[in-house]
């Protein structure tokens, strides 16, 4: 397994954006399909984007399409969420998310497709 590590988390008001990133500790970083997930109190934890090992396909949530943007830095092995035009129903607390996967085009979405996982970021959202 990887271990990652969040930040960027905070406090935002309706319309604001924010920057998430995920460092991953692994000297193979494109083996790793990544992905942000989100939960919000009271509610299951869902898919907010994932990426491709070779970062070169992306999915999005249809309630993200538009605003938010995942992206990854090979060099830096480090995967990030920009978000914009945020909106109360945004606040959630945040997960990075690893899957090794030889198959580097691919993308997951599933809570069960991928087996590391961050300690999660705050993300909230004032109205």
């Known amino acids: 397994q990887v271990q990652l590590v969040e930040s960027g988390g905070g406090l935002v008001q309706t319309g604001g954006s924010l920057r998430l990133s995920c460092a991953a500790s692994?000297?193979?970083?494109?083996?790793?399909?990544m992905a942000w997930f989100r939960q919000a109190p009271g509610k299951e934890r869902e898919v907010v984007a994932s990426?491709?090992?070779?970062?070169?396909?992306?999915y999005y949530a249809d309630s993200v399409k538009g605003r938010f943007t995942i992206s990854r830095d090979m060099d830096k092995n480090t995967v990030y969420l920009q978000m914009k035009s945020l909106k109360p129903k945004d606040t959630a607390v945040y997960y990075c998310?690893?899957?090794?996967?030889?198959?580097?085009?691919?993308?997951?979405?599933?809570?069960?497709?991928?087996?590391?996982w961050g300690q999660g970021t705050q993300v909230t959202v004032s109205s």
């Open positions: 692994t000297r193979a970083f494109t083996m790793y399909a």
């Open positions: 998310a690893a899957r090794y996967s030889q198959h580097t085009s691919n993308t997951y979405y599933r809570d069960s497709d991928f087996g590391s």
């Open positions: 990426i491709s090992g070779n970062g070169d396909y992306r």
